[in-house]
Each structure stands twice: as C-alpha cells, then as structure tokens.
Nanobody, 123 residues
C-alpha cells in the first residue's frame, strides 16, 4: 500500500500548482482522502478533505476559495488544485487516506500517508 504525491515545486506568489497523489496496492474508493501540510518549525495542519464519493469537501479557512480538492476513483488518484498561491502556503504537502468515508479534519483519523511534496512560494 503506497501513496505517491507529486506536483510540488517553486512558484511565485499568485501562481498555481496542481498536486497529485496516486495510490497503489489497493483501492481507496470507499474512504475519505485528505491533504495536510507542514511548514518548517510548525505542526502538520489540515488543508482539505474529500469524501469517498467526491460529493462532499471541506477546506481550512486559510485555503478556502483558492484550493480545490478532487478525486478520480477510477484512477485511484487524489488532486489538489492550488490557485492564487501565497508565501504562507509554503510547506511540505502530504496526502492521506482516512478510516472513514466522510470528510474529516482530524489528523489521527488518517491511517495511510504519502511521502510529501514540497511547495515553495516566493514573494
């Protein structure tokens, strides 16, 4: 069972990035998925979550209106479209699979984690 996150990079403030998270080894179509991020010297924080069907989403206030989470269960892949990026969005972004079908913001309710992809936003 493995999650592979990709799509990070160095961008300027106002730019966009699309993160992907490909799952292998099993299907996660029955489980909620989420994105978290961890900036240097800070704790890992919730960014966005999507329910098993993709019909329900949840966002941290800091990214609401700028980020969009989506999933393609046929491809076993999770996405995070990030627009209007700000320097404070700089962090390592992690994708994760929860033990529930609904969305959740609770870190310890996520059982499987990807390795993270670094997003750096310059001012």
């Amino acid at each position: 069972v493995q999650l592979q996150a990709s799509g990070g990079g160095l961008v300027k403030a106002g730019d966009s990035l699309r993160l992907s998270c490909a799952a292998s080894g099993r299907t996660f179509s029955r489980y909620g998925l989420g994105w978290f991020r961890q900036a240097p010297g800070k704790e890992r924080e919730f960014v966005a979550a999507v329910s098993w069907s993709g019909g329900s989403t949840d966002y941290a206030d800091s990214v609401k209106g700028r980020f969009t989470i989506s999933r393609d269960n046929a491809k076993n892949t999770l996405y995070l479209q990030m627009n209007s990026l700000k320097p404070e969005d700089t962090a390592v972004y992690y994708c994760a699979v929860s033990g529930f079908g609904a969305t959740t913001r609770v870190l310890h309710e996520y059982d499987i984690w990807g390795q993270g992809t670094l997003v750096t936003v310059s001012s």
